[in-house]
């Protein structure tokens, strides 16, 4: 009998993480259903991915009215008996876990993924068993800042308590510039779909060193580790993720010592049979201080990197696993090809003309996924998140120099021809 799985939305973009699992449910007998509150809010120039999935039910996905949301799906599977309830997308793993429990399915991880949601709770775990220096505060209103000078110190950087890509990250140098990023996100409403996000935000201390991330699958209590993947990003104030290399673990001077540690924060947090995607910063004397932990796989084009860099579907792995399939994985020890992935934002505004040099690019055969967000009348908003992405690909090669020299110059071959006018 086939499998039934549930995703509640998914992460946007036909070549996206989420795309790919329903493309691969429909090559592999898996009936997908996707549960959205705005179909169209997918939309691309290319297509609109949920159009891969078996059927869509169309339900309001706000954690504010989970419940709701249960009884909905109560009825509606009242007859038939779902598998998996599960999110590719950080914004709603938390609640497919919660609609997971409640349905009493195996796998939900809904504490720990409740937990790894709230920055300022795993934070302070982390912090109680010495595995983070940083400081952390939690800011619920603008008062709350005045304590950040004596408590953080500057430069720091805040951040929303549960957003995602990059939204509303950003590093200040002053009391000032935290209370307009503070302001800034009370006003977000930027992720669509009727998602409200919590209003705290949190201030830690701000870390210099290289992004990476490190690729995990959880099978059975036994942590399978991918690789490390390099975060390229645009810098201060935002930090914007602009690309990424994989594999990158011949950056890291002790690997070793990165998946030891890794692997307790993940057994602190107390995860089991699912996919972890967990970010960190070399920090000084090679110090591993972790920025995020997500319980999903990486986002963007990580998941298509892992696979062509190793062979093997991060995608069909996790789905199996989390069906209740617990075979072990096996990771070759060496790689096939470097890849290089390139998100590709602007540093101006304006209304799209005309691009040209898409052809070009789709005829490189070591140019692969190259997916667009916008198209010819569409307006452009300078860099402030991943949401500004305009498009996004990745190339391989022999080594990680060439591959990253091809992605480079791909960047080159596309021409955005804006109609601006004057702010005022």
């Given at each position: 009998m086939s499998k039934i799985i549930l995703f509640v939305e998914i992460n946007p973009g036909m070549e996206s993480s989420g795309a790919k699992a329903l493309e691969y449910c429909k090559n592999n007998n898996i009936t997908s259903y996707v549960l959205t509150s705005n179909k169209k809010f997918y939309d691309t120039p290319e297509g609109n991915?949920?159009?891969?999935?078996?059927?869509i039910l169309e339900f309001p996905t706000s954690m504010n009215l989970k419940d709701q949301c249960v009884n909905f799906l109560k009825e509606r599977f009242y007859k038939t008996k779902l598998d998996l309830v599960m999110s590719f997308s950080e914004?709603?793993?938390?609640?497919?876990?919660?609609?997971?429990?409640?349905?009493?399915?195996?796998?939900?991880?809904?504490?720990?993924?409740?937990?790894?949601r709230n920055k300022f709770t795993w934070r302070r775990l982390l912090q109680s068993e010495h595995l983070t220096n940083i400081k952390s505060l939690l800011i619920s209103n603008l008062e709350d800042l005045q304590n950040v000078s004596e408590k953080i110190g500057f430069p720091c950087i805040i951040k929303p308590l549960d957003g995602s890509a990059s939204v509303s990250v950003q590093y200040c140098d002053s009391l000032e510039e935290l209370k307009m990023a503070f302001q800034s996100w009370q006003n977000f409403r930027g992720?669509?779909?009727?998602?409200?996000?919590?209003?705290?935000?949190?201030?830690?201390?701000y870390v210099s060193g290289p992004l990476y991330s490190i690729e995990c699958l959880n099978i059975n209590g036994v942590n399978n580790y991918f690789g490390i993947t390099n975060r390229k990003l645009s810098g201060e104030p935002y930090f914007v993720e602009v690309g990424a290399d994989f594999p990158a673990n011949n950056e890291i001077p002790n690997i070793t010592s990165v998946t030891n540690k890794t692997s307790k924060v993940i057994?602190?947090?107390?995860?089991?049979?699912?996919?972890?995607?967990?970010?960190?910063?070399?920090?000084?004397?090679?110090?591993?201080?972790?920025?995020?932990?997500?319980?999903?796989?990486g986002g963007g084009l990580i998941p298509e990197m892992i696979e062509s860099s190793l062979n093997i579907s991060p995608i069909k792995y996790v789905l199996s696993t989390m069906l209740g399939?617990?075979?072990?994985?096996?990771?070759?020890?060496?790689?096939?090809?470097?890849?290089?992935s390139r998100y590709v934002v602007s540093s101006n505004w304006g209304e799209i003309s005309h691009i040209t040099g898409l052809n070009k690019i789709k005829k490189n055969k070591s140019i692969h996924s190259f997916s667009m967000s916008v198209k010819e009348g569409d307006t452009i908003l300078p860099l402030k998140s991943n949401k500004n992405t305009l498009?996004?690909?990745?190339?391989?090669?022999?080594?990680?120099?060439?591959?990253?020299?091809?992605?480079?110059?791909?960047?080159?071959?596309?021409?955005?021809?804006?109609?601006?006018?004057?702010?005022v």
């Open positions: 991915p949920l159009n891969k999935a078996s059927h914004l709603y793993v938390e609640l497919a876990a919660y609609i997971g429990k409640q349905l009493g399915l195996p796998n939900n991880n809904y504490i720990p993924i409740c937990k790894a992720f669509g779909r009727g998602l409200i996000s919590k209003k705290e935000m949190i201030v830690e201390t057994d602190l947090l107390g995860f089991k049979n699912c996919a972890l995607h967990i970010e960190f910063i070399l920090g000084a004397d090679n110090y591993i201080e972790y920025v995020d932990i997500n319980p999903r796989l399939d617990y075979t072990a994985i096996n990771i070759p020890k060496e790689y096939l090809n470097y890849c290089a498009f996004e690909y990745f190339s391989t090669s022999t080594s990680m120099e060439k591959a990253d020299n091809i992605a480079n110059d791909v960047v080159n071959d596309i021409v955005f021809d804006l109609k601006a006018e004057l702010l």
